[in-house]
Protein backbone atom coordinates (compact mmCIF):
# COMPACT_ATOMS: atom_id res chain seq x y z
CA UNK A 1 0.00 0.00 0.00
CA UNK A 2 1.20 3.35 -1.01
CA UNK A 3 1.63 5.70 2.08
CA UNK A 4 2.35 9.06 2.50
CA UNK A 5 2.98 9.95 6.11
CA UNK A 6 3.82 13.89 7.10
CA UNK A 7 5.42 14.74 10.33
CA UNK A 8 6.52 18.04 11.85
CA UNK A 9 3.46 20.11 12.90
CA UNK A 10 2.27 21.21 15.82
CA UNK A 11 2.20 24.82 17.90
CA UNK A 12 4.67 27.71 17.84
CA UNK A 13 4.84 31.21 18.77
CA UNK A 14 5.22 33.66 16.21
CA UNK A 15 8.49 34.29 14.85
CA UNK A 16 9.37 31.00 15.91
CA UNK A 17 10.35 27.75 13.63
CA UNK A 18 9.00 24.31 12.78
CA UNK A 19 10.60 21.69 9.81
CA UNK A 20 7.85 19.85 8.17
CA UNK A 21 8.79 16.39 6.97
CA UNK A 22 6.83 14.21 3.97
CA UNK A 23 7.97 10.33 2.94
CA UNK A 24 5.93 8.59 0.50
CA UNK A 25 6.42 4.33 1.04
CA UNK A 26 4.98 1.71 -0.76
CA UNK A 27 6.07 2.46 -5.02
CA UNK A 28 8.79 1.72 -6.79
CA UNK A 29 8.10 5.10 -8.69
CA UNK A 30 9.45 8.83 -8.54
CA UNK A 31 8.04 11.59 -7.95
CA UNK A 32 8.25 14.30 -10.80
CA UNK A 33 7.07 17.15 -8.65
CA UNK A 34 6.39 17.23 -4.28
CA UNK A 35 5.67 20.00 -2.73
CA UNK A 36 3.25 21.16 0.14
CA UNK A 37 0.26 22.95 0.26
CA UNK A 38 -1.74 24.43 3.01
CA UNK A 39 -5.34 25.32 4.11
CA UNK A 40 -6.63 27.50 6.55
CA UNK A 41 -10.38 27.66 8.36
CA UNK A 42 -12.97 29.01 5.56
CA UNK A 43 -9.73 29.85 2.93
CA UNK A 44 -9.06 27.99 -0.47
CA UNK A 45 -6.09 25.32 -0.32
CA UNK A 46 -3.16 27.04 -1.83
CA UNK A 47 0.37 26.00 -2.83
CA UNK A 48 3.04 26.83 -0.55
CA UNK A 49 5.83 25.30 -2.08
CA UNK A 50 7.46 22.84 -4.46
CA UNK A 51 10.31 21.26 -5.93
CA UNK A 52 10.68 19.48 -9.29
CA UNK A 53 13.06 16.14 -10.26
CA UNK A 54 15.64 18.29 -11.56
CA UNK A 55 15.80 20.52 -8.31
CA UNK A 56 13.60 23.93 -9.35
CA UNK A 57 11.75 25.13 -6.86
CA UNK A 58 8.63 27.63 -6.21
CA UNK A 59 7.24 29.46 -3.57
CA UNK A 60 3.99 31.50 -2.52
CA UNK A 61 4.60 34.94 -2.38
CA UNK A 62 3.53 35.05 1.32
CA UNK A 63 6.52 32.46 2.42
CA UNK A 64 9.10 33.65 0.21
CA UNK A 65 12.47 34.26 2.02
CA UNK A 66 10.85 32.43 5.13
CA UNK A 67 10.15 28.70 4.05
CA UNK A 68 12.64 26.49 2.31
CA UNK A 69 11.84 23.89 0.77
CA UNK A 70 14.54 20.50 0.31
CA UNK A 71 13.98 17.04 -0.62
CA UNK A 72 14.96 13.86 -3.18
CA UNK A 73 11.98 13.14 -5.16
CA UNK A 74 13.52 10.06 -6.64
CA UNK A 75 12.97 9.17 -2.80
CA UNK A 76 10.10 10.60 -2.83
CA UNK A 77 10.96 12.91 -0.04
CA UNK A 78 10.58 16.38 1.07
CA UNK A 79 11.10 18.70 3.78
CA UNK A 80 9.89 22.10 4.64
CA UNK A 81 11.69 24.53 6.85
CA UNK A 82 9.71 27.18 8.16
CA UNK A 83 10.56 30.33 9.78
CA UNK A 84 9.93 33.80 11.20
CA UNK A 85 6.08 31.70 11.57
CA UNK A 86 2.91 34.55 11.87
CA UNK A 87 -0.41 33.66 12.71
CA UNK A 88 -1.41 34.05 8.69
CA UNK A 89 0.74 30.61 8.39
CA UNK A 90 -2.15 28.72 10.78
CA UNK A 91 -3.50 25.96 8.37
CA UNK A 92 -3.52 21.83 7.88
CA UNK A 93 -0.20 21.31 5.86
CA UNK A 94 -0.55 18.81 3.07
CA UNK A 95 2.46 17.24 1.76
CA UNK A 96 1.74 16.01 -2.02
CA UNK A 97 3.31 14.45 -4.73
CA UNK A 98 3.16 13.74 -8.27
CA UNK A 99 4.01 11.36 -10.42
CA UNK A 100 3.70 10.18 -14.21
CA UNK A 101 0.45 9.98 -15.53
CA UNK A 102 0.86 6.34 -16.41
CA UNK A 103 1.50 5.18 -12.67
CA UNK A 104 -1.16 3.94 -10.56
CA UNK A 105 -0.97 6.76 -8.05
CA UNK A 106 -0.29 10.07 -10.39
CA UNK A 107 -1.20 12.51 -7.80
CA UNK A 108 -0.89 11.74 -3.90
CA UNK A 109 -1.80 13.38 -0.79
CA UNK A 110 -0.68 13.10 2.96
CA UNK A 111 -3.79 13.27 5.33
CA UNK A 112 -2.55 16.82 6.68
CA UNK A 113 -0.18 18.04 9.58
CA UNK A 114 -1.88 21.19 11.23
CA UNK A 115 0.18 24.27 11.96
CA UNK A 116 -0.71 26.64 14.77
CA UNK A 117 0.95 29.78 15.16
CA UNK A 118 -0.18 31.37 18.27
CA UNK A 119 0.75 33.19 21.58
Known amino acids: QVQVVESGGGLVQPGGSLRLSCVVS????????MGWYRQAPGKQRELVAS???????NYADSVKGRFTISGDTAANTVSLQMDRLTAEDTAVYYC?????????????WGRGTPVTVSA
Open 26 to 33: GTIFSANV
Open 96 to 108: NARFDFWTPHPDL
Open 51 to 57: VTAKGNT
